[in-house]
């Protein structure tokens, strides 16, 4: 069961040949004059580097066609994009039109502008896709979680617009427009057409927000009207969260303004294993495609040799099936989940004693 879950999340499926996991309408990405496709790479902070050396050597293996274009985050603050992320690196992607990011780490309280906010913002990057589903082998409290959360990823309570009003008081705006929650919705419908889900939830706190999560609800029920044979609900934020933990299987595919989808697509993760296992992507206009491990940077175990490089794969195979590369995600794909299933080679946090070298290498034994 858990197996059939995951290979349906993440593989294209031979009744609609045509799209992958994350599609989108407009891809023409950069390429070398040797056919290789060129890919922005950001290795990100603390255990970054390990894992995206993982996913650089398990794609020479499997002979991914990507040639990387790496960029690293500053040691000071760029003007250009009032954060440690260089102009040049958002260049990067702008030009590929696709890249993988590691963990970043945003210094809490100083003051500095969140390197996962700059790239959402600049980069357009609307809608975070993370499926979540029950991996074979990898024992949890649930065995047939199968969902994916779509998350707007622009505005919301994370628009970063706060003030003082007086000493003492401050306020930040919750900004939601029309454009952006039109946009996400009809995403997550398009999704769940070409991808053969059943029903759309769209999950909000209008009994309490009525003018904001009230117009991103009008939103949904205006693109729900144009997809008769998806059925659409919507469910208040808190009685999701209850309904997740008691039964996951309640959902298919959840949309939700940016706040509520951090915290329930986090929960989503805990049902599964954690972050660490758990594949995203973000999705951008004109095209744009930036796959991400959603975990932290782990400083404390940072050049170890201990960190699990399984999110990143896995967000990495959603950005081949995303270039319509899908023999070589599968195959990667299938030796993660092998890797895992077999049980003989797993890091600390999957309840094993390996390293990260020794879980890459059984990673490429099994392609």
């Known amino acids: 069961m858990a197996l059939h879950i995951a290979k349906r999340l993440l593989r294209t499926r031979a009744t609609i040949p045509t799209v992958a996991l994350f599609s989108a309408v407009d ?31 398990v794609f020479n293996a499997a002979e991914v066609p990507i040639e990387w274009e790496e960029h690293f985050v500053g040691t000071e603050v760029d003007p250009r994009t009032q954060s440690f992320l260089t102009w040049e690196s958002l260049e990067s992607v702008r030009r590929n039109k696709v890249g993988l990011k590691g963990p970043m780490a945003t210094p809490i309280g100083k003051g500095h502008r969140s390197l996962n906010l700059t790239l959402r913002k600049e980069l357009n990057l609307y809608a975070n896709v993370r499926p979540c589903y029950s991996l074979p082998g990898y024992k949890t409290r649930y065995d047939d979680v199968n969902l994916v959360t779509i998350r707007e990823n622009t505005e919301g309570e994370y628009s970063g617009l706060e003030h003082q009003v007086v000493r003492g008081v401050v306020e930040s705006l919750k900004i939601i427009t029309r454009q952006a929650s039109l946009r996400v919705a009809e995403y997550a419908f398009y999704y769940a057409k070409t991808h053969g889900r059943e ?9 309490i927000m009525q003018k904001t999560d009230g117009l991103f609800l ?21 009685n999701c969260c209850m309904m997740l933990v008691k039964n996951p299987t309640l959902f298919d595919v959840l949309v939700m303004p940016n706040l509520y989808g951090d915290i329930i697509s986090d929960l989503c993760a805990g049902l599964i294993g954690g972050l660490g296992l758990t594949p995203s992507l973000n999705i951008g206009e004109g095209g744009i495609a930036l796959a991400e491990a959603v975990h932290g940077s782990a400083p404390d175990i940072a050049g170890k040799n201990l960190a699990n490089p399984t999110a990143l794969l896995l967000s990495a195979v959603s950005m081949l099936h995303h270039l319509d590369l899908n023999e ?21 946090d999957l309840g094993g004693q390996s390293t990260t070298s020794e879980f890459t290498k059984a990673i490429i034994d099994h392609l």
């Open 27 to 57: 891809r023409s990405f950069s390429s070398t004059s040797s056919d290789l496709i060129r890919a922005t790479l950001f290795p990100g902070d603390g255990i970054g580097p390990e894992i995206a050396e993982s996913v650089k050597q």
């Open 199 to 207: 029903r759309v939830s769209a999950v909000h706190k209008a009994n």
């Open 218 to 238: 009008k939103c949904c029920r205006e693109v729900a009207e144009k997809y008769p044979e998806i059925k659409y609900e919507e469910v208040v934020i808190d």
């Open 328 to 348: 070589k995600a599968d195959k990667i794909q299938d030796a993660v989940l092998k890797t895992i299933a077999e049980g003989k080679y797993r890091t600390g």
